[in-house]
């Protein structure tokens, strides 16, 4: 079985500074991409980045970038300059063939 | 535009009635997912579907049915015999991988909350 751990309920982070957010993972297949959804108030879900597995380089996507220690089943999310928009519920997930495995998620507030 | 229609946004049951809520998709997805989202324990899934007329079971499918008569809807049916139902319920669709990552794409969500 396939489990996504995010061990932060919540974060805090002033704005204009940089936060991260954890996300470990557990899978037992050698094929397998990783991505991180924001959850914002209006609770849609929108992609904010992806990571396949059998790539060695982080995925960065303006100020949103990984780390991902693939030996260590770990992908965190790092938001650079945080803006007010960027508060919301993140939660990170796994696909494994045609499945989607979440964790909890992580509720960031960004305090002016 | 492409996307993901969920209906209706908000939803009130009766105790002992049972519910249908509605998701349309016109991304020409294949696979289609029912969540369920309530506080403090993510996204939990309830039943997916990768093809016309065949859906698999998630983790919490008990007092929930599902059906796939065609391509591009995906309705979720409530029924009394589930314990709790009132939660948020999210559905999602992506293309079938074959080659590389498929995200998924989510509806608005409807709250159901029975009364």
């Known amino acids: 079985a396939q489990t996504v751990t995010q061990s932060q309920p919540e974060m805090s982070v002033q704005e204009a500074e940089t936060v991260t957010l954890s996300c470990t993972y557990d899978?037992?297949?050698?094929?397998?991409?990783l991505f991180w959804y924001k959850q914002p108030p209006s609770r849609q879900m929108i992609l904010v980045i992806r990571?396949?597995?059998?790539?060695?380089q982080n995925a960065t996507e303006n100020r949103f970038s990984v780390n991902f220690q693939k030996a260590a089943k770990s992908f965190s999310l790092k938001i650079s300059d945080s803006q007010l928009g960027d508060a919301a519920m993140y939660f990170c997930a796994c696909q494994t063939g045609n499945q989607f495995y979440f964790g909890t998620g992580t509720s960031l507030t960004v305090i002016p | 535009d492409g996307g993901i229609t969920q209906s209706p946004k908000y939803l009130f049951r009766k105790e002992g009635q049972n519910v249908t809520l509605s998701c349309e998709q016109n991304l020409n997805h294949d696979a289609m997912y029912w969540y369920r989202q309530d506080p403090g324990q993510g996204l939990r899934l309830i039943y997916y579907s990768q093809i016309v007329n065949d859906f698999q079971k998630g983790d919490i499918a008990e007092g929930y049915s599902v059906s796939r008569e065609k391509k591009e809807s995906f309705p979720l049916t409530v029924t009394s015999a589930q314990k709790n139902p009132t939660a948020f319920y999210l559905c999602a669709s992506s293309t079938l991988k074959v080659v590389g990552a498929t995200e998924a794409f989510f509806g608005q969500g409807t709250r159901l909350t029975v009364v």
């Open positions: 990571q396949e597995a059998y790539k060695q």
């Open positions: 899978t037992s297949e050698s094929d397998y991409y």
